[in-house]
């Protein structure tokens, strides 16, 4: 038997299974069972009973007292390291929370390694950070089509380095460019790989292609560093992208020293899913090699054995995560998180945006009178083209869901437009559903379902419906998603406590999404400087406000074509 005195004062006892030592240790007052540790938890008000029982089985078997501090941890083939401290400069143009100081710390530690941080924690900006410091540039981003601008703003927005999206319009230049160091990083969607990083499949048509069929271009080898975000989307070895990511990343003349990859669900099947991850990240040797690896944490009919120590095994090595619960005390009650993405209607948007800047120009030009008159026109063009934003936005919204879903989190949708809502609703039937076509019982059905159902993941809602007067959403959600959104905080605020609010068990996440280079970035600004006079001056009249929004965005189109 030993017996552990923990730095709290509690026992820790554990010993060989005997129903006989089991009956005796029964005996002890709030003593209880560790099913995870398998060990006996004993209170150390319960010091004396303890004592008397291990005189008792020192008579037939010996009984060893240790120290907790004694007993070196990483001898313990469970063991799970602490998250390091940062000590080095960070040069980061925003302080991180001190859990993500310890994730940038950590990635400086292995260099290669799975960042899988709860959604909204901030694995983008720990990553840039961890990179920033190392100065691991030229740096290889690959992610969803749906966050390839937000990566290229977050990378300026906290470490002032210019990143490059791959389009058609750079596909011959771009290596000009990383060579001349004039970016740091380079963008791309999984979908485009082959695209700009593959000279060539070596195969009979028709045939499916081997790795080694691949002839990848040189320029796989300019990167410092690669950044795989959502990488559960390369759990599949056999699949294209896998392939082509494991290729980028392995290069030709291995010179990447760091590969990091980001997912909030390493594991979605079994743990096979681990396999081709894992050699992205070259990580595969630290068990083994891959059929070590395999018989020891894939055996069985669900091919996932030996599941705590893999986990023990994945924290030493190359893999971190933290819960929003457990690091709750650094974060406040709702994060505001802006997403920028390409919106696929750019033609209708532009000729929309022309109608209306031309209809702003002859606002500005009359005076207060006549503009009165064509301030409720003005503001209707308005809210067409930030309706035209937002279906373009469909696209990369459904994409991010679909990343989203893998989570197993529920998630929540607020837009305006019903044909958002349909569309929406068509690529997830199974969606719950609430918007103001449905009468008040149907819409409580819904709210139930979404709150007590686990099947029920995603809830499409309209913020006239939805916004107000709604209860019950928050009980096993705290991630929102806003394709549309009101011209004023208070709007985005009601939204928003539908999960800010009692019964919720996390900080809330609210992502606002918003079409690159359109009405949405000048509304953004507006529901800022709004709040900001809000929070001075309680109160303003409706007229007011409208009449502040029409002049306040004819001004920002009139600066933009200075």
């Known amino acids: 038997m030993q017996i552990i005195l923990q730095n709290t004062g509690n026992y820790q006892v554990s010993f060989k299974y005997h129903p006989g030592m089991v009956k005796l240790i029964r005996q002890i007052p709030g003593r209880n069972f560790d099913t995870k540790l398998k060990v006996w938890n004993v209170p150390k008000g319960s010091s004396t009973e303890l004592k008397q029982i291990a005189e008792i089985v020192s008579r037939f078997q010996r009984v060893s007292w240790v120290k907790e501090k004694e007993i070196d941890p990483t001898s313990n083939q469970f063991y799970i390291p602490p998250m390091p401290e940062l000590t080095v400069p960070h040069g980061l143009n925003f302080e991180p929370k001190p859990y993500q100081a310890t994730g940038i710390a950590r990635g400086l530690e292995l260099k290669r390694f799975m960042n899988a941080d709860d959604p909204g924690l ?23 089509g749906s966050v390839k601008i937000h990566w290229q703003r977050e990378w300026m927005k906290f470490a002032n380095r210019k990143a490059l999206v791959l389009s058609n319009e ?137 599941g705590r120590e893999l986990r023990a095994k994945l924290w030493q090595t190359c893999f971190f995560r933290r819960t929003k619960a457990e690091v709750k005390k650094d974060l406040p009650p709702v994060s505001r998180q802006l997403m920028t993405c390409e919106i696929t209607n750019r033609k209708e948007y532009e000729l929309a945006e022309k109608d209306l800047v031309s209809y702003l120009k002859m606002y500005k030009s009359l005076d207060k009178k006549k503009q009165k008159s064509m301030r409720g026109l003005a503001f209707q063009k308005m809210n067409v083209l930030a309706q035209i934003s937002a279906k373009g936005k469909i696209k990369p919204i459904i994409e991010h869901i679909k990343d989203f879903q893998t989570s197993g989190k529920k998630l929540l949708i607020f837009c305006s437009l019903h044909s958002i809502v349909d569309a929406l609703m068509k690529a997830f039937p199974r969606a719950v559903c609430i918007t103001g076509r449905q009468d008040s019982n149907e819409k409580q059905r819904a709210i139930d379902a979404f709150s007590h159902n ?61 079409g690159e280079n359109t009405v949405d970035e000048k509304k953004w600004k507006i529901i800022q400087l709004k709040k900001k006079i809000a929070d001075a001056i309680m109160g303003t009249g409706e007229e007011a406000e409208d009449e502040n929004i029409v002049d306040m965005v004819a001004d920002m189109f009139m600066e933009d074509e200075q």
């Open 454 to 514: 686990y099947k029920a993941t995603l809830a499409i809602c309209s913020i006239g419906a939805a916004g107000t007067g709604t209860d019950g959403l928050q009980h096993q959600c705290s991630e929102i998603d806003f394709i549309e959104y009101p011209w004023h905080d208070a709007g985005c605020q009601q939204c928003e406590s539908r999960l800010d609010r009692t019964g919720q068990k996390e900080p809330v996440t609210a992502r606002y999404w918003q």
């Open 122 to 144: 901030g694995k983008t900006y720990q990553t840039i950070g961890t990179l920033h410091i190392a100065n691991a540039f030229p740096c290889l981003v690959i992610c969803p």
């Open 170 to 306: 750079v596909r011959d230049s771009w290596e000009f460019y990383v060579k001349s160091n004039l970016y740091d990083i380079i963008i791309v969607n999984f979908e485009s790989l082959k695209k700009y990083f593959v000279r060539g499949i070596r195969t009979q048509r028709g045939k499916q292609f081997g790795f080694n069929d691949i002839v990848f271009k040189n320029s796989i080898d300019l990167f410092k560093s690669v950044v795989i975000d959502e990488s559960q989307r390369v759990k599949d070895i056999s699949s294209q992208q896998t392939k082509f990511a494991l290729g980028i990343a392995n290069g030709i003349a291995e010179r990447k020293e760091f590969k990091i990859e980001l997912t909030g669900t390493p594991i979605l099947n079994n743990h096979t899913d681990l396999t081709s991850q894992l050699r992205i990240m070259d990580r595969l040797n630290d068990f083994g090699g891959v059929r070590a690896f395999n018989k020891q944490y894939c055996a069985g009919p669900n091919k996932a054995s030996n």
